[in-house]
């Protein structure tokens, strides 16, 4: 019997098996994958590296940078853009209306000032609140049907935090004037690895721990406390880590309540869509990376690998990928529809013609954002509190059912330990 079993080797998983090891205990991390990493994992397309995704670390967590600034790595300076209507306007937008014509940016600036007041109960009513009418629906509004899969109106005000900028009249009116260069993002710099990709943060971790990878579980025997695997195979274990999306891990119990399974059919998320792309061309635009706006190009934001980390790309060759997110429960995209939008988008943006692009590699990554439907809160704790009674520890993006970023993600699996540890101390379990 293991001491301690973790479902799944992100990053969660991984940071919950090193702090149980850490803690003295025996522990193993089981994942389904043929490596680890999940999220923060990468892959190779004809020697250009892409990550999963953006993967820029800013945390600042004392205890979470003395692990991961132990790796060589590149400092950014955030200076996200966003393209629309084939403009490039400097994030965030309503800071930034000066490419604007005139008659758009008093449109945009008389909304602002005439914005309504009071409470509100849904995000489309934050983001007009905040912006006024006309830059709500010509920026936020639209994006948050791309990135969400489900309009403004849908979705509740609890994830919003610092990653939305609040708008200030002197901002909006200095960058109306004139072209400014201020960074109003929530980050002052963003850290990536100089070779190897983001996973290399954690990868001594990860190195010193056990993982067994290709172990994909498909049912968990709360009773007699068992895992078994696709494979086959079973293992007994004494206590029980989870870093897997919540509706997998409900449909894997062999007992559960019929209304916790209920609250775990309800929970929403976006799959995401990677469209990566090589490029013979030494340079991208000079943007990390940038939020696209327009309707017709399916991505919602795209970045550049090579610009984070040059050993990304072979030497002369730069390199791109979009994001494409789509709504749980919908028909998956066709891919072949994907590459093609990203062609067009690549031509459309002038970043690049058909000559300089060596590739457009499709990916799917099932899970990528929880969503904050009214009512997730609701259904999210309630099965959380569940599983604390079984008890299973949850932690990450997904075992928690939350927006965490991936230093939050890494604080949720050395979290599950502590808790572990402090049940065990009270003779709770």
Not at 403 to 410: A, L, N, T
Request: aromatic share 12%.
């Amino acid at each position: 019997m293991a001491d301690v079993i973790v479902l799944g080797a992100g990053i969660a998983g991984i940071s919950a098996c090193y702090h149980a090891q850490q803690a003295g205990l025996e522990a193993e991390c089981f994942e389904a994958a043929s490596h680890p990493g999940g999220l923060v994992s990468n892959f190779e397309v004809q020697g250009f590296r892409f990550d999963n995704a953006v993967h820029l670390s800013f945390s600042k967590s004392d205890y979470v940078n003395s692990i991961f600034l132990n790796t060589p790595h590149h400092v950014h300076t955030p200076n996200p853009y966003c393209f629309d209507q084939g403009l490039w306007l400097k994030h965030p937008v309503q800071n930034n209306l000066y490419p604007l014509s005139t008659e758009d940016r008093v449109a945009c600036i008389e909304s602002f000032i005439k914005r309504p007041e009071g409470s509100v109960e849904n995000y489309q009513q934050w983001l007009i609140q905040q912006y006024g009418e006309v830059i709500a629906d010509r920026y936020p509004l639209r994006y948050t049907k791309k990135y969400w899969g489900l309009s403004a109106e849908q979705l509740s005000l609890s994830w919003i935090g610092d990653r939305m900028r609040r708008a200030e009249l002197k901002e909006i009116l200095q960058g109306a004037l004139e072209q400014r260069q201020d960074n109003h993002y929530y980050a002052s710099q963003m850290r990536y690895p100089k070779q190897g990709g983001y996973f290399e943060f954690i990868k001594p971790l990860a190195e010193a721990i056990q993982i067994r990878c290709n172990k994909e579980a498909v049912s968990v025997d709360l009773i007699n406390k068992i895992v078994s695997f696709s494979d086959g195979t079973t293992e007994s274990y004494k206590s029980l880590i989870n870093t897997l999306p919540l509706p997998k891990l409900i449909e894997m119990l062999t007992f559960c309540p019929e209304e916790i399974k209920d609250a775990a059919r309800n929970l929403l998320w976006t799959r995401v869509d990677l469209v990566s792309v090589g490029l013979n061309q030494p340079q991208v635009p000079p943007y990390l990376w940038f939020y696209i706006y327009d309707q017709e190009q399916y991505a919602a934001r795209a970045y550049s690998p090579s610009i984070k980390a040059p050993a990304n790309a072979p030497d002369g060759c730069s390199s791109l990928q979009f994001e494409i997110y789509s709504l749980s429960g919908t028909p998956a995209p066709d891919p072949q529809a994907l590459i093609h939008n990203v062609r067009q988008s690549l031509l459309q943006m002038e970043i690049a013609d058909e000559k300089s692009i060596l590739f457009c590699h499709h990916k799917q990554l099932p899970f990528g954002n929880v969503i904050f439907n009214h009512g997730m809160e609701n259904l999210r704790d309630q099965i959380l509190q569940y599983l604390n009674t079984v008890p299973i520890y949850s932690a990450g993006r997904f075992g928690r059912w939350d927006y965490f970023w991936s230093d939050q993600s890494f604080l949720s699996g050395r979290n599950a330990i502590e808790n572990l540890l402090n049940d065990r101390k009270n003779s709770r379990y």
